[in-house]
T-cell receptor, first 115, second 116 residues
């Protein structure tokens, strides 16, 4: 059974640029959630995708957008990068059982640095 | 509003000592789930336990144990006979119910250092 994978591992961008992060969900999982983890903080929910549709969103601006593909893999896109976007971006996959109690399996994350 | 507080930012213990990580949560809902995750230096969050709000039985898994007390909204985590490999950041998280749009609300984490 393949776990959650993310690419790239590390990324350095400059302010104003755009970035795309990728996530492959664990085999058998149909739901992907993205989290942003700033240094020294807990992860914060960005959005969740289920059956290729956004299924919940946290308090992040529209320049954070995403996609889910038919194979349940997902992308996180961030436009007009700001210095505060520097963080570890975590992807988590789960099987949809309703909103409650899903065990989410996390990938290793992508560390984004914005200069 | 849902909130998770982990008041201990950093804890250092000597190997073989017992250590308890505190977690206090806030929610108005009667049905919810609580989680603990471990984040080693590699960055990946490792699932440790899930507990639903109707099950207040304490749980033990090897050297790990959890004490859930609904009356005080706490879900504390104890490591017995700590080992260097236990060094990591530990997060407590709350899963709000159907009305929420956030799968998991995390605390800020507690960094545990176990010294040999």
């Amino acid at each position: 059974e393949t776990g959650v994978t993310q690419s790239p591992t590390h990324l350095i961008k400059t302010r104003g640029q755009q970035v795309t992060l990728r996530c492959s969900s664990q085999s058998g999982h149909n739901t992907v959630s993205w989290y942003q983890q700033a240094l020294g903080q807990g992860p914060q929910f960005i959005f969740q995708y289920y059956r290729e549709e956004e299924n919940g969103r946290g308090n992040f601006p529209p320049r954070f957008s995403g996609l889910q593909f038919p194979n349940y893999s997902s992308e996180l896109n961030v436009n007009a990068l700001e210095l505060d976007d520097s963080a570890l971006y975590l992807c988590a996959s789960s099987s949809w059982l309703g909103r409650l109690g899903n065990e989410q399996f996390f990938g290793p994350g992508t560390r984004l640095t914005v200069l | 509003a849902q909130k998770v507080t982990q008041a201990q930012t950093e804890i250092s213990v000597v190997e073989k000592e017992d250590v308890t990580l505190d977690c206090v949560y806030e929610t108005r809902d009667t049905t919810y789930y609580l989680f603990w995750y471990k984040q080693p230096p590699s960055g990946e969050l490792v699932f440790l336990i899930r507990r639903n709000s109707f099950d207040e039985q304490n749980e033990i898994s090897g050297r790990y144990s959890w004490n859930f007390q609904k009356s005080t909204s706490s879900f504390n985590f104890t490591i017995t006979a700590s080992q260097v490999v236990d060094s990591a950041v530990y997060f407590c998280a709350l899963n709000p119910p159907e009305s929420g749009n956030t799968p998991l609300v995390f605390g800020k984490g507690t960094r545990l250092s176990v010294i040999a």
